[in-house]
């Protein structure tokens, strides 16, 4: 999609950047693009279609490397210009598979190789994106350097025309630019399931309450007004969870971006004392504990799961309220364990309990705020609560009409259940 509502310019303190030319309203759709390279993260490879990111559990693999999946032929076909060269590469090293990095670089390597100048994005090119090789610690230039032997092996007889690289996009230098510039793909539900390259959506800068927001169709990025901007008014994006204090927002900014965040939300320390509400000791405790949770969410230790983070729940109820976010994030883990071991009744209690929070932290019309209601909801629906599912449906749809637009396959899923409880509800 040809930009026709925003261009390039240079933002005082932020370098480039990309502002509006007319009025913008909410849900109104500013940049819609395919990637110039992508790939699906390591762990989602054996359950997620490779060319349109469809995920399932008996997916074709590639015959040759064993290692891409596809949900059908006609999808294996269309994947197959940017797979021809990965798929040598991936037998090379069976059974290893390198880090998500790796693999994406060497994709855009294949494609800066046989790009015509018709191929080239309209705002930005990777040969300007920022590498901050020069700003950047010695430890994390010796992890490039190993990401860069790692590329070397896995490319092996394709490495013959890296001389033909463009100037300056040297290997390591283009694992430096994917660092600061590539975008992890999630699903509908906001699951990351990959990591692509959209060039020109690189020109965006961070703010921790920003105007826009990004949503994915399989791998299709769309660009999306949250709030009215006006003509000549820049257009940002978050760049980071805003679930977390100030000083931590910032100071992961600063580590992967290379930049101090001045955002008026940062400045000012907004929500950080709700974040962090309750006795330090304990929160910090409950935080500390995460890690190991996550892991078992990870490795779906559902049972092992809900008995831990039971217990802290417990433990910490009197002391931390449900606003901290590493509450939030204990509820959060819970409700999934619970879907999974059919808990029903038990996750819509923690469904319930983190609804007020997230209304607290996304009170602008936000993906995850939408996701959110629509777990709730769900389970209200199945649990018979029409009234209330209908309820969390339709300010679930509110929000996404506006974050996803009427068109996508998350809103139309949402409008179906809308519909299913409005239907029974006049049946009762």
Not at 45 to 69: D, M, V
Not at 311 to 333: C, G, M, Q, S, T
Request: glycine share 4%.
């Amino acid at each position: 999609m040809m930009a026709v509502n925003i261009e390039r310019f240079v933002s005082e303190g932020k370098g480039n950047g990309v502002r509006a030319l007319l009025s913008i309203k909410p849900g109104e759709v500013i940049y819609s693009c395919e990637p110039f390279a992508f790939c699906i993260a390591k762990d989602f490879l054996k359950t997620t279609c490779q060319s349109c990111f469809k995920r399932g559990e008996s997916l074709s693999r590639c015959s040759q490397c064993k290692t891409a999946r596809y949900c059908s032929v006609q999808c294996q076909k269309q994947a197959w210009l940017d797979h021809k060269r990965e798929c040598k590469c991936l037998q090379r090293l069976q059974p290893r598979i390198p880090t998500d990095s790796v693999r994406l670089v060497a994709r855009i390597i294949f494609k800066l190789l046989s790009q015509s100048k018709s191929d080239q994005e309209e705002l930005y090119s990777i040969a300007e994106h920022q590498s901050h090789l020069d700003v950047m610690s010695e430890e994390k230039k010796e992890g490039l350097r190993h990401l860069c032997t790692t590329l070397q092996v896995y490319l092996g007889e394709e490495n013959c025309n890296l001389s033909e690289l463009p100037s300056g996009l040297d290997p390591i230098s283009l694992l430096a630019r994917v660092t600061c510039n590539c975008f992890s793909i999630s699903d509908g539900e906001l699951q990351d399931l990959g990591v692509g390259l959209y060039p020109s959506m690189s020109l965006l800068n961070h703010d921790c309450r920003p105007n826009c927001v990004m949503i994915f169709e399989g791998k299709r990025l769309t660009l999306r007004a949250v709030k009215v901007i006006r003509p000549c008014e820049e257009l940002t994006i978050s760049y980071t969870d805003v679930l977390a204090p100030s000083e931590e927002r910032r100071s992961r900014l600063q580590e992967q971006y290379h930049f101090l965040c001045q955002c008026a939300r940062c400045t000012a320390e907004d929500k950080d004392c709700d974040m962090l509400a309750g006795e330090t000791t304990a929160w910090t405790s409950l935080r500390d504990a995460l890690p190991h949770l996550e892991q078992l969410q990870s490795e779906q230790h559902w049972e092992e799961l809900l008995k831990e983070s039971q217990a802290l729940l417990l433990r910490y109820a009197d002391v931390i309220p449900d606003r901290n976010i590493y509450v939030l994030r204990l509820l959060d883990l819970a409700m999934d364990a619970c879907i999974s071991l059919d808990h029903y009744e038990t996750a819509l209690e923690y469904g319930n309990r983190a609804l007020g929070p997230y209304k607290l932290y996304f009170s602008d019309p936000h993906p995850s705020r939408a996701v959110e209601l629509l777990r709730v909801g769900k389970l209200q629906h199945y649990l018979g609560r029409l009234k209330e599912a209908h309820g969390s449906f339709t300010q679930a749809y509110d929000i996404m009409k506006v974050t996803h637009g009427t068109e996508h396959a998350l809103t139309n899923e949402v409008s179906r259940k809308l519909g299913e409880c409005q239907a029974e509800l006049g049946e009762v």
